[in-house]
């Protein structure tokens, strides 16, 4: 079994009856923060080994309704570039796990 972490894209959605879905947000947001980095709202990014991804996928689908709730991994490739438009969430100077730059208006037009 291999022990290489691998970063990850964390993202969820969910809803259903208020009560009931703001304690799931609750529950699945405080099981993130412990292993991942806040990104944006619902949305982190952790590296993880194959069994620390199995272990928080289980952990995880104890705090979901898989009814109403929406949770997904994506596997982010090495090296890739994290292009930022907007207001940045992370202060500068934090790390993050891959570089970044602003992405700049008009940066599209030029296939950057």
């Known amino acids: 079994m291999s022990t290489s972490s691998t ?7 969910v809803g259903g009856p208020l009560p ?3 304690r799931r947000l609750s529950r699945v ?3 993130l ?14 590296a993880f080994t194959p069994a620390g991804r199995k272990a928080l996928l289980g952990e995880l689908a104890r ?11 994506y596997p982010l490739p090495l090296q890739s570039p994290l292009l930022c438009l907007g207001r940045p969430v ?7 796990p891959m570089p970044h730059r602003p992405l700049v208006a008009g940066d599209e037009k030029k296939g950057s």
């Open 20 to 22: 009931r879905m703001r």
């Open 33 to 46: 923060i412990g292993v991942a980095t806040p990104i944006q709202y619902s949305v982190f990014c952790g």
């Open 63 to 73: 705090r979901i309704d898989p009814r109403h709730d929406d949770l997904r991994l």
């Open 90 to 96: 992370l202060p500068a100077g934090l790390f993050t």
């Open 29 to 31: 947001r405080r099981c």
């Open 7 to 13: 970063h990850y894209l964390v993202c969820y959605d």
